[in-house]
């Protein structure tokens, strides 16, 4: 039987993070993906922050920098923020992906392709021993000292590890256009319940003359390909053309929510198979990386000492909660606010929001990493806001000041 130190499933980017930093210092290292090709398919819209080109050491996928946003409510009263410097990118997410895949297999990993995790055949001799199942359909048995799961939503390493509880999965859909009308350098969200209910629908240029359209949605019975065309149907007529036919499409889910432990004897779950996804934009790039860092670091230690049970392990979910935990528990309590809002307060946020002090605050603080900064201080500095969410006030104003992770963090308030 096949052994390695660690077996990675899935190479996105949280996987591939993990594996670089772990083959780096030294480990065996095995990625499996289930895919044909590493990138494909595109499971995300592609807009991130100055953060994840920080940690991929590489702006090679840069399609386009974003500095500016329009938010739309139901009624399609809008509100437009632009900055002087760019605020995110549109990425080549693909081509992150396999920036990041080729970064761990130069530090050493090996990468497999078109191979399945299909669970575990049990213990044995102190490894956990993983059932993969290869192109030719072959099943062989690989035993690791660690696992890490970076398998996405429906992670079949959680299942085998009995780490998964259910979380809320939102429907996604998207569709990528080769071109169409719009400014280049302003991403567009679409709220309400025509477009997007309980999340957003978006419009986001790709640097080359085209953009990527799409929503997430709640699962309301109401698929989210059904949204997407009324978000199509209602560009065409505000461009007063029809769109070209798509380059491609993407249906995902996106796990909004708490998976109550993200580690056990042996393994360690990173990324979507850990619900690191920022709760206001269903964003988990930068989360996922950030996470599996922080998971490298542990497990490097835990392989060093061979202990690897779930109280050593124990350490990595101490560690990345501490960075991020207290964020993704305010986004997801602003969240919950939101998603009760009718569409008239919709309207209303979007009217009161629209005042230039607000708007230049948006701008100051603004975050796609960590929202719930530019939350806090539009909170503190309209009182019409308060009276529109009274049930935000509770969350903002009380315990301790928000403590921003030491990863670049926002702007703070003087």
Same mark, same amino acid.
């Given at each position: 039987m096949e052994t390695t130190d660690v077996l990675v499933v899935g190479a996105g980017p949280a996987g591939s993070t993990a594996a670089a930093r772990l083959a780096a210092r030294g480990h065996r290292v095995l990625v499996v993906e289930e895919h044909g090709r590493v990138g494909q398919p595109v499971q995300c819209a592609g807009l991130v922050s100055q953060r994840v080109l920080d940690l991929a050491g590489s702006t090679a996928m840069v399609r386009a920098p974003v500095r500016? $946003?329009?938010?739309?409510?139901?009624?399609? =009263?809008?509100?437009?923020?632009? @900055?002087?410097?760019?605020? /995110?990118?549109?990425?080549?997410?693909? $081509?992150?992906?396999?920036?990041?895949?080729? =970064?761990?297999?130069?530090?050493? @990993?090996?990468?497999?392709? /078109?191979t399945r995790f299909d669970g575990l055949t049990g213990p044995a001799n102190g490894l956990a021993i993983a059932r993969l199942t290869g192109p030719d359909d072959r099943t062989t048995e690989v035993g690791a000292r660690l696992v890490v799961g970076a398998d996405g939503v429906g992670s079949a390493v959680a299942r085998a590890f009995r780490l998964r509880r259910p979380v809320e999965i939102l429907p996604a859909f998207e569709a990528e256009f080769a071109a169409t009308p719009g400014d280049p350098a302003d991403v567009e969200v679409y709220l309400g319940r025509q477009f997007a209910p309980g999340l957003f629908g978006w419009w986001i240029p790709d640097g080359f003359g085209g953009a990527r359209i799409g929503v997430a949605a709640d699962a309301d019975g109401t698929p989210a390909r059904e949204y997407y065309r009324r978000l199509v149907g209602h560009l065409e007529r505000r461009f007063g053309r029809p769109l070209p036919r798509p380059t491609s499409y993407v249906a995902s889910g996106i796990p909004i929510g708490n998976v109550p432990r993200t580690h056990g004897p042996r393994v360690?779950?990173?990324?979507?198979?850990?619900?690191q996804v920022k709760p206001l934009s269903g964003g988990g790039i930068f989360t996922g990386m950030r996470c599996a860092e922080i998971a490298a670091g542990v497990a490097d230690a835990a392989l060093r000492a061979d202990t690897l049970g779930a109280d050593a392990l124990a350490a990595y979910e101490r560690a990345w909660r501490a960075e991020l935990g207290e964020e993704f528990r305010r986004a997801q309590y602003l969240r919950r606010v939101f998603a009760r809002l009718s569409d008239a307060e919709l309207d209303a946020v979007i009217d009161a929001l629209r005042g230039g002090k607000l708007a230049a605050t948006i701008v100051a603080f603004g975050d796609i990493?960590?929202?719930?900064?530019?939350?806090?201080?539009?909170?503190?500095?309209?009182?019409?806001?308060?009276?529109?969410?009274?049930?935000?006030?509770?969350?903002?104003?009380?315990?301790?000041?928000?403590?921003a992770p030491d990863v670049a963090p926002g702007p703070r308030r003087k």
């Open positions: 500016g $946003a329009t938010v739309f409510g139901p009624s399609l =009263r809008s509100i437009g923020f632009r @900055a002087d410097a760019p605020r /995110a990118f549109a990425i080549d997410r693909a $081509a992150l992906d396999v920036h990041l895949a080729d =970064r761990a297999a130069h530090a050493g @990993a090996e990468l497999r392709t /078109a360690l779950l990173v990324g979507d198979a850990a619900a990493d960590f929202p719930s900064h530019v939350a806090r201080e539009l909170l503190r500095e309209s009182p019409s806001l308060l009276r529109l969410l009274p049930k935000a006030l509770g969350a903002w104003w009380g315990g301790d000041a928000y403590r």
